[in-house]
């Protein structure tokens, strides 16, 4: 597997003032579930644009297998796109948008025929050739674009956040089906998505982007579990935070002083070595531990419960306390309405739980 | 939504009789056998149906027409195309300007238009005729052209020419594979509805025709002679007829496109 | 450096854009801007006999025109009767495409297209169909006569100003309906029943909601009916007899057997500035408006 597939080495995209894209450089190996993850606005889908070849950057240049494509239109980059609203051409059937694209590739009828269902049995759709784009659901308009996308054989598939129109339950059955889809045929897909479960839920490694640039690059379990900072660590789940600095260094831990709190040897996850260095901690709110009785937990506060609110399989707390303002914690231990005398709890927190995050 | 308001539906259904009233006088009046457009009407006839085929100035008259109709629509639909898509697919600087350049001939009065283009043509040397009022035509045309386009290719999903070029066309073949299909209805309502104004058009004729007469310059000539009258009143009722027809095909055309477009999007909301 | 040039151009929005602008702008610079400017060149020319034209410079056009009590009053004229017929075509079409916006629940397109429908049929024809219903034996007359209620026929019906306010209201009123009925169609009736909610009554919910959103329908339709109104050339020509005279009529005279082509560029020249100035005044009045609103 060649490890730098894609190149995307110093790449910005201003429009006008706007840096949509600031200076990104990062590789994508070949084979790879890709997810470039953010909210609305970050870049994301300009820096799939611009592999597409729908934008070209400003600066910087786009190696694909080695070849340069930076100024390459469209039609000349071996990338295949599945649009957000899909893009099915509504004047042709199914069947004429699959074969849509063959045209230039210089195939012969038979050829063209065979790739054609075997792409719609890959993508189950067999029997739909003569439907219409009107006459489709939203699954299966997906499935088109899809199809359509890979009967081309691309060296990578791009996805701009294809599975946003489809309703919850319609969109985790596809989430399944295209990560298995990617492992079947291991073309390289890049997906962009809003969404960070569904990145994390489907992707090898995903790219958390903000404001033009990549803040976190990694697999998803290390972007759930060590976040590098506060974007990422708010972005991915929910968090609390709280405000610290650095004290003296201690091997693999950190000497940290937490507001309010005081100060405690956690882990050095960023590597810090600086004395009074800004920055936040933060603790998963399933991490802590809410009950009616102190624990021996490293730390126990105690607390008035402000609000809760009922999520199913687990509750919502948020809970008030001298030390801290708002703190954030779920459980899934049932509790009754008398459980908490007068709202009053006890919050556990363990060392181990708290991440040191850099405060930019 | 209110429910009713029967004072305002019966002023709009006067308002309705209002526009409506005067024009259909004309095929009324065709079919009486009087001279004069009076009441009572003195006889059922259709004389001067009949008289028409026999002007064979009229026969010129109407060919100038169709002439400079053809030319006009389809000259200012296809300019009006490229300008249309530029409005709805493209944000540049001068945007405002050239839109309003290009509107402009709709926000001069039609005589100022005429007597400027008079000036030049004579000033040139050239002679009047229908190459003036072809040109005054399309520059009249384009604004109309360009707002119809305009309406139907700003509802226009551009990823779908994204997506052609992505499948590895070039720009021609997705204009002609995927942009000019979805455009046509749009298309065909532009050159209808243009060729309409320029047939009834008659201001530009009237300055710069010369001596070829288009059917509007025809009828204004006989309208000066109450004893020409009836078959002018036969001519109108069938142009009438005839621009009611088109409009109407245009009308569908252009809400088929859309009534189309309604449609999918029901579908994207409902799922 | 073809190559480089290429990819320029495939980079920049611009260029693309002004690409397919080319040919919509060269028309109106060749066919529009052009013609124009030789007009108002030649308004400053003389015509010193039946073919031939002095081309120095001199103003004195201008001020025949404005010492010519005749052109001043038909300027006048010409500008009178369009307020009026805008005034009039406004309060008339405006209960109707309320109607439509807010009343009707099915087909509203069908009723649209109703409106608009006799806008496209011949100009010419509809003036003329006038003519029919107001002429000395027209309808209204020989009817009334028929009927016993007149001997002798309404002669102000027809040549007159009177005439040509109806004519020109009927044939311009597509036009103030679409810009009217488009704007009231896009306000939100949640508005309206919002403004009913917090006490204000039917007559103040239009007055305060309504009329202020639908302020831009009726700017379009004042400015979309009193430009081609203030030069129309057909309607006092087939109706307004000397009576309903105006300022075209006389330009077309310039033009025509009068051959006087400076002055006839002179008098269409301070028509475009009348123009101009009730564009430039009625846009900036609805700035105004709207920002004192906001």
Redesign the interface.
Known sequence: MNSSFIQINEISKHFGSVRAVDNVSFQIHEGEFFSLLGPSGCGKTTLLRLL???E?PTTGNLLLDGIDIT?L???KRP???V???Y?I???INVEKNIQ??L???GLSKEQIEKRVKDVLSLVKLEGYEERF??QL???QRQRVALA??LV?QPKVLLLDEPLG???KKLRDEMQLELRSLQKEIGITFVFVTHDQQEAISMSDRVAVMSEGKIQQLSAPNELYKNPQNIFVSDFIGETNFLKASTKTQDGEYINVSIENLGEFKIKNNLNISENSFDAVCSIRPEAMKIDTVKSDWDICLEGKIRQTSYLGEMTKFYVETKELEKIITVSSQHFDNQSFKNNDCFISISLEDISLLDKK | MEQKNNTLLIYTLLYFAFLYVPVLFLPLFSFNDGNYMSFPLTGFTTEHYEEMWSKSNLHNALWASIKVGVVASTVSTTIALFAAKAFARYKFRGQNISYGAIMMPFLIPEIILAVSLLIIWLALGFKLGLVPVTLGHILFCTPFAMLILIARIEGF?F??E?????????AWGTFF??SL??YLPGIIASLLLSFIISFDEFVLAFFLTGSDATLPMYMWAQMRFVQKLPHVLALGAVIIVFTTLIVLLAFWLRNLGQG?KK??FG??IH? | MLKALK?IY??SEPAKAYSLLSPALILVILVMLIPLTLMLSFSFFTQTSFTEINYSFTVQRYIDFFQKNLLVSLLIKSIKISFLVTLITLLTAYPVCYYIAFYVKKNKMLWLVLLTLPFWTSYLLRVFSWKIILGTKGVINSSLINVGLLNEPLTFLMYSETAVIITLTHAWAAFALLPLYVSLDKIDFSLIEAGRDLGLSRFEVFWKITLPLSLPGIIGAILIIFIPTVGDYVTPALLGGTDGRMLSNMIQGYFGKINNIPLGAASATIMLFTVAIVTIAVSYSTKKLSQRMS
Request: hydrophobic share 30%.
């Open positions: 597409a070849g729908f070209y100024s239109p469209p039609d990338t295949n796109m649009f957000q609203n893009a051409f509504p004047h849509f694209g045209r230039k590739l784009s009107s659901s939203g699954g359509r996308a081309r129109a489809l309703d | 999903d990823s779908l994204e997506a052609s070029r992505d499948l590895g066309e070039n594979r995927v299909p979805l189309k449609a999918e579908i994207n799922e | 990819s495939a980079r």
